[in-house]
C-alpha cells in the first residue's frame, strides 16, 4: 500500500514539475517577442492620405554613408519610413536601409504602406503619419 502511494505521489511530483516547467518556457516565449513578417499592413488612412511618392521619399532621406543602429524614422508628406528591430539594433547604412524599404514595392504586391522584415528581428516600415517629425539618431 505504502509503495502505491509513493508512486502516486512522485508521478504527481512529476506532473507538477512539468507543468511549471511548461510554463517557464511559454513566459520566455511570450519575452522574446514576435518576430516581424513582410506584409502589407498599416494604418486605415494610408488608402486615402499616403501617396507611394511621399513613401519614397521619405526613406529616400536615410544617408546611404551614415550608419543607423536604433529606432529612426523619416517623414515624407504623410508617410513615414521606420526602421526598427525587436531586440538588439544591428549596424545598417542608410544605403542598405533604402534597399529594405525598397524591397516592399518590388517583392510584395503593396502599394502604399506595408513593412518588410529583415535581419531576423528588424522591419522596415511604411506607414501613416499624420503630424510627425524625423527621428532617431542621426538626426
Request: aromatic share 10%.
Amino acid at each position: 500500500m505504502k509503495t502505491a502511494a509513493l508512486k502516486q505521489k512522485s508521478g504527481g511530483d512529476a506532473m507538477h514539475v512539468l507543468f511549471w516547467t511548461a510554463s517557464a518556457l511559454l513566459v520566455l516565449m511570450a519575452a522574446e517577442g514576435e518576430s516581424y513578417s513582410d506584409n502589407c499592413d498599416g494604418s486605415g488612412l494610408c488608402g486615402c492620405c499616403v501617396s507611394q511618392n511621399d513613401c519614397r521619399n521619405a526613406f529616400a532621406r536615410y544617408t546611404d554613408g551614415t550608419i543607423y543602429s536604433g529606432y529612426t524614422s523619416r517623414v515624407s508628406g504623410h508617410c513615414t519610413a521606420i526602421f526598427q528591430c525587436d531586440g538588439s539594433y544591428p549596424s545598417v547604412s542608410g544605403a542598405v536601409l533604402k534597399q529594405q524599404f525598397l524591397h516592399i514595392y518590388q517583392n510584395q504586391p503593396c502599394q502604399k504602406c506595408s513593412s518588410h522584415a529583415f535581419n531576423g528581428n528588424c522591419e522596415a516600415t511604411l506607414n501613416y503619419c499624420g503630424s510627425c517629425r524625423d527621428s532617431g539618431n542621426p538626426n
